[in-house]
Protein backbone atom coordinates (compact mmCIF):
# COMPACT_ATOMS: atom_id res chain seq x y z
CA UNK A 1 0.00 0.00 0.00
CA UNK A 2 1.25 3.58 -1.05
CA UNK A 3 0.71 6.82 0.29
CA UNK A 4 1.31 8.27 3.72
CA UNK A 5 -0.29 6.54 6.78
CA UNK A 6 -3.26 8.44 7.87
CA UNK A 7 -4.39 8.60 11.73
CA UNK A 8 -7.39 10.28 12.11
CA UNK A 9 -9.43 12.01 14.46
CA UNK A 10 -13.06 12.07 13.70
CA UNK A 11 -15.65 14.89 15.13
CA UNK A 12 -19.13 13.39 14.64
CA UNK A 13 -20.97 10.12 14.59
CA UNK A 14 -24.29 11.01 13.25
CA UNK A 15 -25.90 10.07 9.93
CA UNK A 16 -22.30 10.50 8.37
CA UNK A 17 -19.97 10.26 10.65
CA UNK A 18 -20.52 6.51 11.64
CA UNK A 19 -21.15 6.17 8.03
CA UNK A 20 -17.18 7.22 7.65
CA UNK A 21 -16.68 4.48 10.03
CA UNK A 22 -18.27 1.69 8.82
CA UNK A 23 -17.11 2.06 5.09
CA UNK A 24 -13.07 2.69 6.82
CA UNK A 25 -13.97 -0.51 8.61
CA UNK A 26 -15.09 -2.22 5.44
CA UNK A 27 -11.66 -0.84 3.31
CA UNK A 28 -8.86 -2.91 5.20
CA UNK A 29 -6.54 -2.35 2.75
CA UNK A 30 -6.84 1.77 3.18
CA UNK A 31 -3.53 2.66 5.40
CA UNK A 32 -6.40 4.95 8.01
CA UNK A 33 -7.16 4.27 11.53
CA UNK A 34 -9.63 6.40 13.56
CA UNK A 35 -7.68 7.19 16.84
CA UNK A 36 -10.52 8.66 18.65
CA UNK A 37 -13.86 9.65 17.94
CA UNK A 38 -15.40 13.29 19.46
CA UNK A 39 -19.10 14.03 20.45
CA UNK A 40 -21.15 16.07 21.67
CA UNK A 41 -23.93 14.22 24.01
CA UNK A 42 -21.48 11.25 25.91
CA UNK A 43 -24.61 9.41 27.16
CA UNK A 44 -26.40 8.82 23.94
CA UNK A 45 -25.99 4.64 22.68
CA UNK A 46 -23.72 4.07 20.14
CA UNK A 47 -22.93 0.92 18.63
CA UNK A 48 -19.09 0.48 19.46
CA UNK A 49 -16.96 0.87 22.44
CA UNK A 50 -17.30 3.48 24.38
CA UNK A 51 -13.42 4.09 24.91
CA UNK A 52 -12.90 5.12 21.52
CA UNK A 53 -15.30 8.40 22.38
CA UNK A 54 -14.66 11.54 23.85
CA UNK A 55 -16.14 14.63 24.17
CA UNK A 56 -13.04 17.10 24.92
CA UNK A 57 -12.62 18.25 21.31
CA UNK A 58 -8.48 18.92 22.60
CA UNK A 59 -7.81 15.10 23.24
CA UNK A 60 -7.72 15.27 18.97
CA UNK A 61 -6.79 18.79 18.35
CA UNK A 62 -3.85 17.92 20.69
CA UNK A 63 -2.64 14.71 19.77
CA UNK A 64 0.69 14.73 17.73
CA UNK A 65 -0.09 11.51 16.32
CA UNK A 66 -3.46 12.34 14.60
CA UNK A 67 -2.14 13.58 11.26
CA UNK A 68 -6.16 14.06 10.16
CA UNK A 69 -9.00 15.86 11.56
CA UNK A 70 -12.01 14.73 9.71
CA UNK A 71 -14.98 17.00 11.01
CA UNK A 72 -18.51 15.59 10.71
CA UNK A 73 -20.60 17.73 13.08
CA UNK A 74 -23.79 19.75 12.54
CA UNK A 75 -22.75 22.45 14.79
CA UNK A 76 -21.11 25.32 11.91
CA UNK A 77 -19.85 26.98 15.49
CA UNK A 78 -17.94 24.47 16.58
CA UNK A 79 -16.72 23.10 13.62
CA UNK A 80 -15.40 26.67 12.59
CA UNK A 81 -12.75 26.05 15.84
CA UNK A 82 -12.23 22.11 14.81
CA UNK A 83 -11.21 23.17 11.37
CA UNK A 84 -8.91 26.32 11.88
CA UNK A 85 -7.32 24.72 15.05
CA UNK A 86 -6.55 21.88 13.67
CA UNK A 87 -5.13 23.23 10.38
CA UNK A 88 -3.13 25.76 12.71
CA UNK A 89 -1.77 22.49 14.55
CA UNK A 90 -0.74 21.31 11.31
CA UNK A 91 -3.48 18.73 10.47
CA UNK A 92 -4.78 18.21 7.06
CA UNK A 93 -8.85 18.52 7.53
CA UNK A 94 -11.39 16.92 5.29
CA UNK A 95 -15.04 18.65 6.06
CA UNK A 96 -18.47 18.20 5.10
CA UNK A 97 -19.89 21.31 6.22
CA UNK A 98 -21.12 23.22 3.73
CA UNK A 99 -21.76 26.42 5.85
CA UNK A 100 -18.85 26.65 7.57
CA UNK A 101 -16.64 26.03 4.00
CA UNK A 102 -19.15 29.37 2.31
CA UNK A 103 -19.16 31.27 5.16
CA UNK A 104 -15.45 30.97 5.59
CA UNK A 105 -13.83 30.01 2.59
CA UNK A 106 -11.51 32.61 2.33
CA UNK A 107 -10.25 32.20 5.67
CA UNK A 108 -9.88 28.56 5.39
CA UNK A 109 -7.79 28.51 2.09
CA UNK A 110 -5.12 31.27 3.65
CA UNK A 111 -5.02 28.94 6.65
CA UNK A 112 -4.39 25.68 4.32
CA UNK A 113 -1.89 27.86 2.55
CA UNK A 114 0.01 29.36 5.97
CA UNK A 115 0.83 25.84 7.57
CA UNK A 116 1.07 23.69 4.45
CA UNK A 117 -1.75 21.31 5.63
CA UNK A 118 -4.46 20.03 2.79
CA UNK A 119 -8.23 21.22 3.38
CA UNK A 120 -10.82 19.07 1.18
CA UNK A 121 -14.50 19.31 1.42
CA UNK A 122 -15.94 16.96 -1.73
CA UNK A 123 -18.68 15.98 0.82
CA UNK A 124 -20.27 19.20 1.04
CA UNK A 125 -21.52 19.72 -2.18
CA UNK A 126 -23.91 16.82 -3.88
CA UNK A 127 -22.35 13.67 -1.37
CA UNK A 128 -21.51 11.30 -3.76
CA UNK A 129 -20.58 13.09 -6.86
CA UNK A 130 -17.33 14.71 -7.48
CA UNK A 131 -18.41 17.60 -9.00
CA UNK A 132 -15.84 19.79 -6.79
CA UNK A 133 -12.50 17.63 -8.12
CA UNK A 134 -14.07 18.00 -11.76
CA UNK A 135 -14.03 21.28 -11.61
CA UNK A 136 -10.88 21.53 -10.47
CA UNK A 137 -8.94 19.35 -11.61
CA UNK A 138 -10.81 18.00 -15.49
CA UNK A 139 -12.09 21.78 -16.05
CA UNK A 140 -9.03 23.59 -15.92
CA UNK A 141 -8.40 24.80 -19.03
CA UNK A 142 -11.86 24.53 -19.98
CA UNK A 143 -14.13 28.37 -20.54
CA UNK A 144 -16.88 27.78 -17.66
CA UNK A 145 -20.21 29.22 -19.16
CA UNK A 146 -22.40 28.01 -16.20
CA UNK A 147 -23.27 25.29 -13.81
CA UNK A 148 -26.74 24.81 -12.55
CA UNK A 149 -28.26 21.52 -10.74
CA UNK A 150 -30.06 20.31 -8.20
CA UNK A 151 -27.85 20.54 -4.90
CA UNK A 152 -30.36 19.87 -2.18
CA UNK A 153 -31.51 15.77 -1.71
CA UNK A 154 -33.87 16.89 0.67
CA UNK A 155 -35.83 18.97 -1.40
CA UNK A 156 -35.84 17.29 -4.43
CA UNK A 157 -37.12 14.37 -2.31
CA UNK A 158 -40.02 16.34 -1.42
CA UNK A 159 -40.67 18.20 -4.40
CA UNK A 160 -40.88 14.44 -5.92
CA UNK A 161 -43.12 13.54 -3.80
CA UNK A 162 -45.58 16.61 -4.21
CA UNK A 163 -45.49 16.43 -7.35
CA UNK A 164 -45.46 12.84 -8.69
CA UNK A 165 -47.42 10.97 -5.68
CA UNK A 166 -48.99 13.88 -4.48
CA UNK A 167 -48.60 13.52 -1.41
CA UNK A 168 -48.66 16.85 1.23
CA UNK A 169 -45.40 18.93 1.68
CA UNK A 170 -45.42 18.09 5.71
CA UNK A 171 -45.44 14.44 4.90
CA UNK A 172 -42.98 14.75 2.14
CA UNK A 173 -40.62 16.45 4.88
CA UNK A 174 -40.82 14.00 7.37
CA UNK A 175 -40.42 11.01 4.78
CA UNK A 176 -37.15 12.91 4.12
CA UNK A 177 -35.71 13.49 7.57
CA UNK A 178 -36.85 9.59 8.72
CA UNK A 179 -34.67 8.85 5.81
CA UNK A 180 -31.68 10.52 6.73
CA UNK A 181 -31.24 13.14 3.84
CA UNK A 182 -32.59 16.00 5.66
CA UNK A 183 -30.40 18.62 7.48
CA UNK A 184 -30.70 18.50 11.33
CA UNK A 185 -32.58 21.90 10.84
CA UNK A 186 -34.51 21.22 8.25
CA UNK A 187 -35.36 25.12 7.26
CA UNK A 188 -31.53 25.15 5.99
CA UNK A 189 -32.88 22.65 3.41
CA UNK A 190 -36.82 23.85 2.59
CA UNK A 191 -35.75 27.85 2.66
CA UNK A 192 -32.66 26.66 -0.10
CA UNK A 193 -29.92 28.60 2.48
CA UNK A 194 -28.30 24.95 1.64
CA UNK A 195 -28.27 25.23 -1.69
CA UNK A 196 -26.93 28.49 -1.60
CA UNK A 197 -24.05 27.46 0.49
CA UNK A 198 -23.09 25.24 -2.20
CA UNK A 199 -23.57 27.11 -4.98
CA UNK A 200 -21.26 29.89 -2.83
CA UNK A 201 -18.77 26.94 -2.87
CA UNK A 202 -18.76 26.13 -6.30
CA UNK A 203 -18.59 29.38 -7.58
CA UNK A 204 -15.08 29.69 -6.43
CA UNK A 205 -14.21 26.27 -8.16
CA UNK A 206 -16.31 26.97 -11.42
CA UNK A 207 -15.76 30.94 -11.99
CA UNK A 208 -12.69 31.84 -9.24
CA UNK A 209 -15.33 34.04 -7.36
CA UNK A 210 -15.81 34.05 -3.59
CA UNK A 211 -19.16 35.17 -2.68
CA UNK A 212 -20.45 35.09 0.49
CA UNK A 213 -23.80 33.49 0.57
CA UNK A 214 -25.79 36.19 2.23
CA UNK A 215 -25.43 38.25 -1.69
CA UNK A 216 -26.64 34.59 -3.67
CA UNK A 217 -30.70 35.37 -3.96
CA UNK A 218 -32.54 32.79 -2.83
CA UNK A 219 -36.25 31.37 -2.39
CA UNK A 220 -37.05 27.96 -1.13
CA UNK A 221 -39.66 25.21 -1.87
CA UNK A 222 -42.32 26.52 1.12
CA UNK A 223 -44.57 28.16 -1.10
CA UNK A 224 -44.88 25.97 -3.91
CA UNK A 225 -48.59 24.31 -3.38
CA UNK A 226 -50.97 21.86 -5.47
CA UNK A 227 -52.00 24.77 -7.50
CA UNK A 228 -47.91 24.73 -8.69
CA UNK A 229 -48.05 21.43 -8.72
CA UNK A 230 -51.09 21.35 -11.09
CA UNK A 231 -49.90 24.10 -13.58
CA UNK A 232 -46.78 22.57 -13.76
CA UNK A 233 -48.07 18.89 -14.78
CA UNK A 234 -50.57 20.58 -17.49
CA UNK A 235 -47.35 22.38 -18.87
CA UNK A 236 -45.44 18.99 -19.29
CA UNK A 237 -42.82 20.80 -16.52
CA UNK A 238 -41.33 19.46 -13.18
CA UNK A 239 -40.47 22.07 -10.39
CA UNK A 240 -36.95 21.37 -9.11
CA UNK A 241 -34.97 23.66 -6.42
CA UNK A 242 -32.19 24.43 -9.02
CA UNK A 243 -28.70 26.64 -7.67
CA UNK A 244 -26.78 28.25 -10.33
CA UNK A 245 -24.37 30.34 -12.20
CA UNK A 246 -23.86 31.63 -15.62
CA UNK A 247 -21.67 33.84 -17.28
CA UNK A 248 -23.80 36.98 -18.63
CA UNK A 249 -22.20 39.33 -21.07
CA UNK A 250 -19.07 41.29 -20.36
CA UNK A 251 -17.49 38.70 -18.14
CA UNK A 252 -20.21 39.39 -16.04
CA UNK A 253 -22.29 36.46 -14.05
CA UNK A 254 -25.53 35.53 -12.76
CA UNK A 255 -26.06 33.58 -9.68
CA UNK A 256 -28.75 32.49 -7.78
CA UNK A 257 -31.36 29.47 -6.21
CA UNK A 258 -34.59 29.39 -7.56
CA UNK A 259 -37.33 27.29 -7.74
CA UNK A 260 -37.83 26.61 -11.90
CA UNK A 261 -39.56 24.80 -14.31
CA UNK A 262 -37.81 22.19 -15.70
CA UNK A 263 -39.01 20.93 -19.67
CA UNK A 264 -37.77 17.05 -20.53
CA UNK A 265 -35.54 18.09 -22.50
CA UNK A 266 -33.51 19.18 -19.70
CA UNK A 267 -31.05 16.33 -17.86
CA UNK A 268 -32.56 17.53 -14.43
CA UNK A 269 -36.23 17.02 -15.52
CA UNK A 270 -35.08 13.14 -14.48
CA UNK A 271 -33.39 13.94 -11.18
CA UNK A 272 -35.73 12.66 -8.57
CA UNK A 273 -36.00 11.93 -4.94
CA UNK A 274 -32.90 12.19 -2.82
CA UNK A 275 -30.72 12.21 -6.56
CA UNK A 276 -28.60 15.74 -7.22
CA UNK A 277 -27.63 16.16 -10.62
CA UNK A 278 -25.28 18.98 -12.04
CA UNK A 279 -24.74 20.34 -15.47
CA UNK A 280 -21.35 22.07 -16.63
CA UNK A 281 -21.43 24.10 -19.26
CA UNK A 282 -18.21 25.33 -20.73
CA UNK A 283 -17.27 26.98 -24.08
CA UNK A 284 -15.62 23.68 -25.60
CA UNK A 285 -16.80 20.71 -24.00
CA UNK A 286 -20.71 21.95 -23.94
CA UNK A 287 -22.87 20.84 -21.63
CA UNK A 288 -22.08 17.56 -19.31
CA UNK A 289 -23.78 15.88 -16.56
CA UNK A 290 -23.00 14.63 -13.06
CA UNK A 291 -25.78 12.38 -11.37
CA UNK A 292 -25.49 10.62 -8.14
CA UNK A 293 -26.56 10.26 -4.59
CA UNK A 294 -26.46 13.33 -3.01
CA UNK A 295 -27.16 12.69 0.54
CA UNK A 296 -27.61 9.83 2.65
CA UNK A 297 -25.16 7.92 4.85
CA UNK A 298 -23.01 6.00 2.15
CA UNK A 299 -23.16 8.18 -0.46
CA UNK A 300 -21.69 10.84 1.40
CA UNK A 301 -19.25 9.10 3.47
CA UNK A 302 -17.96 7.65 0.00
CA UNK A 303 -16.78 11.08 -0.86
CA UNK A 304 -15.32 11.94 2.44
CA UNK A 305 -13.59 8.83 1.67
CA UNK A 306 -12.11 9.84 -1.47
CA UNK A 307 -11.02 12.90 0.38
CA UNK A 308 -9.01 10.56 2.68
CA UNK A 309 -8.20 8.79 -0.28
CA UNK A 310 -6.45 12.37 -1.83
CA UNK A 311 -4.67 13.26 1.09
CA UNK A 312 -2.14 10.08 1.09
CA UNK A 313 -0.84 11.91 -1.77
CA UNK A 314 -0.80 15.31 -0.11
CA UNK A 315 -3.47 16.42 -2.50
CA UNK A 316 -4.55 19.94 -2.76
CA UNK A 317 -7.37 21.93 -4.11
CA UNK A 318 -5.05 25.16 -5.89
CA UNK A 319 -8.00 27.32 -6.07
CA UNK A 320 -6.11 28.29 -10.10
CA UNK A 321 -9.61 29.90 -11.45
CA UNK A 322 -9.15 32.63 -7.99
CA UNK A 323 -5.37 33.43 -9.62
CA UNK A 324 -6.77 34.98 -12.80
CA UNK A 325 -6.21 38.27 -13.78
CA UNK A 326 -9.82 39.17 -15.48
CA UNK A 327 -12.30 37.72 -12.64
CA UNK A 328 -16.04 37.71 -13.79
CA UNK A 329 -17.90 39.60 -11.39
CA UNK A 330 -21.60 39.14 -9.71
CA UNK A 331 -24.38 41.11 -11.34
CA UNK A 332 -27.88 42.31 -10.75
CA UNK A 333 -27.97 43.89 -13.94
CA UNK A 334 -30.66 41.06 -16.44
CA UNK A 335 -34.07 40.10 -15.65
CA UNK A 336 -35.86 36.72 -14.92
CA UNK A 337 -38.98 35.36 -16.27
CA UNK A 338 -40.91 34.35 -13.73
CA UNK A 339 -44.46 32.28 -12.92
CA UNK A 340 -45.95 33.73 -9.56
CA UNK A 341 -48.74 32.19 -7.73
CA UNK A 342 -50.78 34.17 -4.93
CA UNK A 343 -54.43 33.73 -2.84
CA UNK A 344 -54.84 37.35 -3.97
CA UNK A 345 -53.49 40.02 -6.32
CA UNK A 346 -53.18 42.59 -3.60
CA UNK A 347 -50.32 40.28 -1.95
CA UNK A 348 -48.21 41.27 -5.72
CA UNK A 349 -46.92 44.55 -7.29
CA UNK A 350 -47.85 44.51 -10.37
CA UNK A 351 -45.98 47.41 -11.08
CA UNK A 352 -42.59 45.77 -10.27
CA UNK A 353 -42.74 43.74 -13.56
CA UNK A 354 -41.54 45.20 -17.34
CA UNK A 355 -44.38 43.39 -18.65
CA UNK A 356 -46.77 40.49 -18.33
CA UNK A 357 -47.52 37.11 -20.25
CA UNK A 358 -50.07 35.47 -18.34
CA UNK A 359 -52.72 36.21 -15.91
CA UNK A 360 -55.21 33.94 -14.11
CA UNK A 361 -57.30 36.27 -12.44
CA UNK A 362 -60.38 33.28 -10.88
CA UNK A 363 -61.41 33.41 -8.04
CA UNK A 364 -59.10 31.13 -5.07
CA UNK A 365 -55.15 30.98 -6.21
CA UNK A 366 -54.28 33.07 -8.66
CA UNK A 367 -51.12 33.54 -11.09
CA UNK A 368 -49.12 35.63 -13.27
CA UNK A 369 -46.15 35.14 -15.61
CA UNK A 370 -43.81 37.91 -16.13
CA UNK A 371 -40.51 39.79 -17.09
CA UNK A 372 -38.94 41.43 -14.17
CA UNK A 373 -35.46 42.92 -13.37
CA UNK A 374 -33.53 41.23 -10.77
CA UNK A 375 -33.04 43.69 -8.72
CA UNK A 376 -36.83 44.55 -8.71
CA UNK A 377 -37.45 40.52 -6.96
CA UNK A 378 -34.54 41.28 -4.82
CA UNK A 379 -35.99 44.15 -3.81
CA UNK A 380 -39.75 43.20 -3.69
CA UNK A 381 -41.26 42.57 0.59
CA UNK A 382 -43.79 40.42 -1.49
CA UNK A 383 -41.02 38.03 -2.93
CA UNK A 384 -39.97 36.59 0.69
CA UNK A 385 -43.57 36.02 2.01
CA UNK A 386 -44.23 32.42 2.59
CA UNK A 387 -47.59 32.26 1.05
CA UNK A 388 -46.14 33.47 -2.47
CA UNK A 389 -45.00 30.85 -4.50
CA UNK A 390 -42.17 32.12 -7.14
CA UNK A 391 -41.17 29.83 -9.87
CA UNK A 392 -38.45 30.87 -13.08
CA UNK A 393 -39.33 29.81 -16.00
CA UNK A 394 -37.38 27.22 -18.31
CA UNK A 395 -35.04 29.67 -19.74
CA UNK A 396 -35.78 32.25 -17.28
CA UNK A 397 -32.62 34.84 -17.69
CA UNK A 398 -32.94 37.68 -20.04
CA UNK A 399 -30.35 40.33 -20.91
CA UNK A 400 -30.79 43.89 -21.88
CA UNK A 401 -31.21 43.24 -25.39
CA UNK A 402 -33.33 40.39 -25.34
CA UNK A 403 -35.58 42.33 -23.25
CA UNK A 404 -35.52 45.19 -25.51
CA UNK A 405 -36.43 42.53 -28.52
CA UNK A 406 -39.19 40.75 -26.99
CA UNK A 407 -40.48 44.15 -25.73
CA UNK A 408 -40.25 45.29 -30.07
CA UNK A 409 -42.03 42.19 -30.65
CA UNK A 410 -44.95 42.13 -28.16
CA UNK A 411 -45.02 46.40 -29.29
CA UNK A 412 -44.89 45.09 -32.75
CA UNK A 413 -47.64 42.05 -32.45
CA UNK A 414 -50.18 44.91 -30.20
CA UNK A 415 -49.95 46.89 -33.25
CA UNK A 416 -47.80 49.92 -31.56
CA UNK A 417 -45.50 51.50 -34.14
CA UNK A 418 -42.66 53.27 -32.55
CA UNK A 419 -40.92 52.06 -29.62
CA UNK A 420 -40.85 54.88 -26.66
CA UNK A 421 -38.11 54.01 -24.60
CA UNK A 422 -40.06 56.08 -21.91
CA UNK A 423 -43.21 54.11 -21.92
CA UNK A 424 -44.21 52.15 -19.12
CA UNK A 425 -44.48 48.44 -20.73
CA UNK A 426 -46.96 46.72 -18.16
CA UNK A 427 -49.86 45.71 -19.60
CA UNK A 428 -49.54 48.58 -22.26
CA UNK A 429 -48.67 47.09 -25.67
CA UNK A 430 -48.15 43.06 -24.75
CA UNK A 431 -50.78 41.08 -25.10
CA UNK A 432 -51.70 39.39 -22.22
CA UNK A 433 -53.08 35.98 -21.91
CA UNK A 434 -55.89 35.88 -19.56
CA UNK A 435 -56.17 31.98 -18.56
N1 LIG B 1 -26.67 13.69 6.23
C1 LIG B 1 -26.32 13.89 4.97
O1 LIG B 1 -26.85 13.26 4.03
C2 LIG B 1 -25.24 14.88 4.64
C3 LIG B 1 -24.85 15.05 3.29
C4 LIG B 1 -23.82 15.95 2.99
C5 LIG B 1 -23.21 16.66 4.00
N2 LIG B 1 -23.64 16.51 5.29
C6 LIG B 1 -22.97 17.31 6.32
O2 LIG B 1 -22.27 16.41 7.17
C7 LIG B 1 -22.23 16.95 8.50
C8 LIG B 1 -22.80 15.93 9.47
O3 LIG B 1 -24.15 15.67 9.14
P1 LIG B 1 -24.96 14.47 9.79
O4 LIG B 1 -26.17 14.32 8.96
O5 LIG B 1 -24.04 13.30 10.00
O6 LIG B 1 -25.33 15.10 11.21
P2 LIG B 1 -25.97 14.34 12.48
O7 LIG B 1 -26.48 13.00 12.09
O8 LIG B 1 -26.93 15.27 13.10
O9 LIG B 1 -24.72 14.11 13.46
C9 LIG B 1 -24.03 15.18 14.01
C10 LIG B 1 -22.95 14.65 14.92
O10 LIG B 1 -22.17 15.76 15.34
C11 LIG B 1 -21.93 15.62 16.75
N3 LIG B 1 -21.65 16.95 17.32
C12 LIG B 1 -22.46 18.02 17.39
N4 LIG B 1 -21.82 19.07 17.97
C13 LIG B 1 -20.58 18.62 18.26
C14 LIG B 1 -19.45 19.21 18.89
N5 LIG B 1 -19.47 20.47 19.32
N6 LIG B 1 -18.32 18.45 19.04
C15 LIG B 1 -18.29 17.17 18.62
N7 LIG B 1 -19.34 16.54 18.02
C16 LIG B 1 -20.46 17.27 17.85
C17 LIG B 1 -23.18 14.97 17.29
O11 LIG B 1 -22.88 14.39 18.54
P3 LIG B 1 -23.94 13.49 19.35
O12 LIG B 1 -24.00 12.19 18.60
O13 LIG B 1 -23.34 13.33 20.67
O14 LIG B 1 -25.23 14.24 19.34
C18 LIG B 1 -23.47 13.95 16.18
O15 LIG B 1 -22.74 12.77 16.37
C19 LIG B 1 -23.03 18.27 8.44
O16 LIG B 1 -22.15 19.33 8.23
C20 LIG B 1 -23.91 18.09 7.23
O17 LIG B 1 -24.26 19.32 6.64
C21 LIG B 1 -24.64 15.64 5.63
Redo the contacts with the bound molecule.
Keep these: MSGRKLTIGL ?7 E ?1 IYQVLKQTRSFNACIKKI ?5 D ?1 KREISESIFT ?1 D ?1 DEILSDPEINVVVE ?5 E ?2 YH ?1 VTTAMKNGKSVV ?6 IAEHLPELIFLQKKYEVSFLYE ?2 VC ?1 SIPVIRNLEEYYDNDMMQGICGIVN ?1 STNYILTKMLDDSVSYYDALQEAQLL ?2 A ?2 DPSLDVEGK ?1 AVNKISILLTHAFGVMVHPDKILCKGITGINHYDSVYAAQNNYKIKLIAQAGKLSGNKLASFVLPQFVTPESQLFNVNKEFNGVVIESVFSDKQFLYGK ?4 F ?2 ASAVLSDLSALRYNYKYEYRRSQSAELPALSEDFYFKVYVSFDSWKAVDIDDFEYLEEMNCRQGRQHLVGVISFQKLQAATWFKKPGISVILWPEAVLENLELRKLKQQSLDLAGVKKEDETEKFILTGHPVVFV
Design positions: FGFGVVGGCIKHAKTALTNDPAAISANKKLAAAGGFETDGAGRPT
